[in-house]
T-cell receptor, first 115, second 117 residues
């Protein structure tokens, strides 16, 4: 089966610009996660979707970050305006919890550099 | 809230030797899953091994095994016969239940493993 797809792989923008990341989860996976991974740290959950509804966005900086998951499949994460501290890798993951499948599957991430 | 702690920022191991990476966690749940993920420079998180808290037997996957101590809330990863390809960041993760009936994954800060030829 195809894995989690993310694009772009790299993005360099100036501060105060906007940027968007795209994620296509594994087919049939109802749960989709966006994580932010700052260099040298572990991934931090930004937002979690179940189908097209938000389950948890408690750590999403809502004044600048937004995310949507239309039709419960693809998702986009947007930052507007970007700050220097937003430089990080943004990981998308998906999961489908059934017997024998308990883990989250990750994409290759987008490395964002804000200059 | 659940937390995951990895106290070793970096470890080194000689090729063909054995290394153990440490992880502790805090939770009030009785049934849960724990994972070790590997993240090579390509950035893709790859599942190494999983452990269900309900099972007393430690999980093993080829050269990878865990030492799961539920009472101590400890979950260490042992890599035997280390290979150059094992060099990567290793993250311990906890699967936490949510109020909506789904799950979320909480990660530690990672341990960078270097394998010396």
């Amino acid at each position: 089966e195809a894995g989690v797809a993310q694009s772009p792989r790299y993005k360099i923008i100036e501060k105060r610009q906007s940027v968007a990341f795209w994620c296509n989860p594994i087919s049939g996976h109802a749960t989709l996660y966006w994580y932010q991974q700052i260099l040298g740290q572990g991934p931090k959950l930004l937002i979690q979707f179940q189908n097209n509804g938000v389950v948890d966005d408690s750590q999403l900086p809502k004044d600048r970050f937004s995310a949507e998951r239309l039709k419960g499949v693809d998702s986009t994460l947007k930052i507007q305006p970007a700050k220097l501290e937003d430089s990080a890798v943004y990981l998308c993951a998906s999961s489908f919890h059934r017997v024998g499948t308990t883990e989250a599957f990750f994409g290759q991430g987008t490395r964002l550099t804000v200059v | 809230a659940q937390t995951v702690t990895q106290s070793q920022p970096e470890m080194s191991v000689q090729e063909a030797e054995t290394v153990t990476l440490s992880c502790t966690y805090d939770t009030s749940e009785s049934d849960y899953y724990l994972f070790w993920y590997k993240q090579p420079p390509s950035r893709q998180m790859i599942l190494v091994i999983r452990q269900e808290a309900y099972k007393q037997q430690n999980a093993t996957e080829n050269r990878f095994s865990v030492n799961f101590q539920k009472a101590a809330k400890s979950f260490s990863l042992k890599i035997s016969d280390s290979q150059l390809g094992d060099a990567a960041m290793y993250f311990c993760a906890y699967r936490s239940s949510t109020t909506s009936g789904t799950y979320k994954y909480i990660f530690g800060t990672g341990t960078r493993l270097k394998v010396l030829a």
